[in-house]
């Protein structure tokens, strides 16, 4: 089948049900309307006025009733009904207009008449159904931001739900603090202050062992012979030269300021460890858990026997 005659075949299946779906929800209404087409206006007149104080109507099907009385009395030339079912039909649609093509000249103008003459009462009626739909209108919209509230609030108590609070407690040991380099800021989490004095006294202590090493540098060993009584005697010497004394000195004086600054350091960051130390430390945090996943069947496992033609066989199944 082609794609075209596919086409016209589901159009055709929809359109009855896009007329029917247009067509007035009582059975009466349908009724009337054809028995309108076949000119027979006094029962139309009659059964539409009965079918319009039993009441319980859709305003569609009231507003088709009252169209069809009206128009029913206009051809019969009872202009009283005529007007009667007209005035009733444009306070319910105040801009209705009959259809040239389908009605008669003389009934449009008949109508139009009447508009005119209700022309104040219809401007109060098109005011009060503009009022009517603006509180339609505010209403379907406060009604959808308490939906949304509600919403969001739904939302925020299964977050809410899903929160547990977690307390950490983290036990600190004394002797950490007395550590060189900021081992105890660093167990204090202060690691800003902990890098600082890692940092200084890992320079200062470098710089004392490098001075430490160049003034060894300095020191010559020379072997002299000295008279004893028992004879010559051979003896080590070490020494450093006078034209390296002012060297000498200068790495003495840095050797000893570098290790004095080290320990200058190191004092200051086990007294602040010490001011600052907690045995035991209790952190408190609110973490979210994950959405409840659906159970899972746990796995399964079978062992199955089968015969064969020399014996038998197994076999081994599991799911999960």
């Known amino acids: 089948m082609s794609r075209c005659l596919r086409l016209l075949l589901l159009l055709g299946l929809l359109a009855p049900s896009t007329v029917f ?44 009733l009252h169209k069809l009385a009206g128009l029913s009395a206009f051809h019969l030339n009872r202009n009283e009904d005529s007007a009667r079912h ?41 005011q009060e159904r503009r009022l009517r739909l603006e509180r339609e209108r505010t209403a379907t919209e406060r009604l959808e931001r308490e939906r949304v509230a509600a919403e969001e609030q739904r939302r925020r108590i299964e977050v ?29 989490g202060r690691t800003g202050l902990g890098t600082l004095l890692a940092a200084s006294e890992g320079v200062l202590a470098v710089t004392s062992i490098i001075s430490f090493f160049a003034y060894d540098s300095l020191v010559e060993t020379q072997t002299v012979t000295v008279d004893d009584v028992r004879g010559p005697l051979k003896v080590t010497v070490r020494y450093i030269p006078t034209a390296r004394a002012r060297q000498a000195e200068a790495w003495t004086g840095l050797k000893w300021g570098s290790a004095a600054g080290f320990y200058a350091v190191y004092a200051a960051g086990v007294i602040d460890a010490l001011l600052r130390h907690q045995d035991r430390v209790v952190n408190t945090n609110i973490e979210t858990l994950p959405p409840f996943a659906p159970e899972q069947d746990p796995p399964r496992a079978s062992l199955h026997l089968f015969p064969t033609s020399g014996g038998a066989g197994a076999g081994f199944t599991l799911a999960f």
């Open 21 to 64: 779906a247009e067509e007035p929800v009582d059975a009466e209404v349908v009724t009337l309307r054809a028995t309108y087409e076949h000119g027979r206006y006094a029962e139309v007149l009659e059964r539409a006025g009965t079918r319009i104080d039993r009441g319980r109507l859709e305003d569609k099907d009231l507003a088709e």
């Open 86 to 126: 007209f005035r009733a039909l444009l306070r319910l649609e105040p801009d209705f207009n009959l259809d040239p093509f389908s009605v008669p000249p003389p009934a449009v103008q008949h109508l139009d008449g009447i508009r005119e003459q209700m022309s104040a009462e219809l401007e109060l009626v098109r």
């Open 160 to 188: 809410l739900s899903r929160q547990v609070t977690v307390r950490q407690v983290e036990s600190r040991s004394f002797l950490v603090n007395f550590v060189p380099f900021g081992a105890g800021q660093f167990q204090q």
